[in-house]
């Protein structure tokens, strides 16, 4: 081989060499969690943990108007069952930690008692006795409150309904009433009376 051939090849190979030092170099710099040695650990901050921003939870099962609802940092499980309306009759409060802390996204599910007064998770319960029906003709707002699925909203709509036409001739007849459908009507048939 004649000898710049060689010159030329060595040079190639230096400057080879140079750029596989340099390309090592710089991997090394670039990974995560290698940076000088005793450099502290990059902190990583989540945005709102710290702020005490609002949660938003999701309240179903057992109570009057189950939904999506925001609440204040450090709510508890209390507060988002009385923000969806509070318990229904049927509601088994012994199966929840009512003191909990609250996590945003999470869901609060109320269980419900089972016909024989056991909660629905199994666990033995005294039956309350049945409370007897609410006599349509005559019940007061918080009466109608008290029922379940029915809210001060839809007691209003009743109490109006009742007034303007002097009274129900019958419980079917509750299906009449605006946002009484099918199936709510179904639940309260056996609890009202006319």
Not at 33 to 56: H, Q, S
Not at 63 to 77: E, K
Not at 92 to 100: F, P, R, Y
């Amino acid at each position: 081989m004649p000898e710049w051939d060689r010159g030329r090849l060595a040079t190639w190979a230096a400057v080879a060499v140079v750029f596989a030092a340099l390309g090592i170099w710089y991997l090394a710099r670039s990974q995560p969690g290698r940076g000088a040695p005793g450099a502290p650990p990059a902190a990583i901050r989540v945005e709102g943990a710290d702020r005490g921003g609002p949660l938003v939870v999701d309240v179903a099962g057992a109570v009057r108007r189950p939904g999506v609802y925001r609440l204040a940092a450090g709510a508890r499980v209390d507060d988002a069952v009385r923000r969806a309306g509070g318990p229904t009759q049927r509601a088994d409060l012994a199966q929840l930690n009512l003191a909990a802390k609250l996590e945003d996204g999470r869901q609060v599910l109320v269980p419900l008692r089972d016909a024989g007064g056991a909660s629905a998770a199994g666990v033995g319960a005294a039956a309350a006795p049945a409370a007897p029906p609410v006599d349509l003709n005559t019940a007061t707002a918080e009466q109608l409150d008290q029922l379940d699925g029915v809210g001060p909203e839809t007691a209003r709509k009743i109490l109006e309904y009742r007034q303007a036409h002097g009274g129900f001739g019958s419980v079917e007849e509750l299906g009449q009433v605006p946002g009484i459908g099918p199936k709510r009507l179904a639940a309260l048939r056996d609890k009202v009376r006319v």
